[in-house]
């Protein structure tokens, strides 16, 4: 059975930072990319961050590059989300997901490409 389960969110001031992580077991997490995803009450979910199966590529959505870093520890079946600068913007559930395959794809942020995703964790950021 699979299981993808995020930790790490809370309540933060603005230019706070917070560092999400996300456990997967029962799954080769070494095969399967990895996302990270949210999404604020009233709005679509949002591709936020997306790792090759190597953590040698990656890919960021506009709004938070330079201030998110994406990795992962395959030892530890871990994937990470540091989060600097944050801002009310960035208030939102935040989820984890495992990819079909080691690759983000092209429409990696359009979360089509996942099998697998956890239950999120909520990310409040105060002004």
């Known amino acids: 059975q699979v299981q993808v389960v995020e930790s790490g969110g809370g309540l933060v001031q603005a230019g706070g930072s917070l560092r999400l992580s996300c456990t997967a077991s029962?799954?080769?997490?070494?095969?399967?990319?990895m996302g990270w995803f949210r999404q604020a009450p009233g709005k679509e979910r949002e591709g936020v961050s997306c790792?090759?199966?190597?953590?040698?590529?990656?890919y960021y959505v506009d709004s938070v590059k330079g201030r998110f870093t994406i990795s992962r520890d395959n030892a530890k079946n871990t994937l990470y989300l540091q989060m600097n600068s944050l801002k009310p913007e960035d208030t939102a559930m935040y989820y984890c997901?495992?990819?079909?395959?080691?690759?983000?794809?092209?429409?990696?942020?359009?979360?089509?490409?996942?099998?697998?995703w956890g239950q999120g964790t909520q990310v409040t950021v105060s002004s």
């Open positions: 997901a495992a990819g079909l395959n080691g690759y983000c794809s092209g429409s990696w942020s359009r979360g089509v490409s996942y099998n697998y």
């Open positions: 790792i090759n199966w190597s953590g040698s590529i990656t």
């Open positions: 029962g799954l080769t997490f070494d095969d399967s990319a």
